[in-house]
């Protein structure tokens, strides 16, 4: 995923337990944005039973530095499934050079 030429969203299911139950990929874009559906994310959450997720993506630019766009994301993202009782645990920027999580960085 981080060697990909365009922006692809990962999303990361988990159970109680924090035991993947699946990885899928969410959605691919261009090379410096790929679309979130929000709605669609919750769906599918529910759908598979998830107590709470991790959010992946990369940055083909090789610059792990979370966008406006990347943070308002993902706390919509986590706004909306609170209530659900599906936690939003971390959002991963990955790409060929480094990583960033947007909880370590105290951005959501």
């Known amino acids: 995923m981080a060697h990909h030429g365009n922006e692809r969203v990962r999303v990361l299911h988990?159970?109680?337990r924090n035991m993947l139950i699946r990885d899928e990929l969410m959605n691919e874009g261009s090379i410096d944005e790929a679309p979130v559906y929000v709605?669609?994310?919750i769906r599918r959450a529910?759908?598979?039973k998830s107590a709470s997720i991790i959010l992946v993506h990369?940055?083909?630019?090789g610059d792990t530095?979370?966008?406006r766009a990347d943070i308002e994301?993902?706390?919509t993202i986590a706004e909306a499934a609170k209530p659900l009782g599906i936690?939003?645990?971390d959002h991963l920027i990955v790409s060929h050079t480094s990583?960033?999580?947007l909880k370590a960085m105290k951005l959501f």
Not at 58 to 61: C, I, W
């Open 39 to 41: 709605r669609e994310l």
């Open 46 to 48: 529910i759908d598979l």
């Open 99 to 101: 990583h960033a999580s």
């Open 73 to 75: 994301m993902t706390r």
């Open 87 to 89: 936690l939003v645990h």
């Open 65 to 67: 530095t979370p966008s």
């Open 14 to 16: 988990l159970n109680t």
């Open 58 to 61: 990369n940055h083909p630019s």
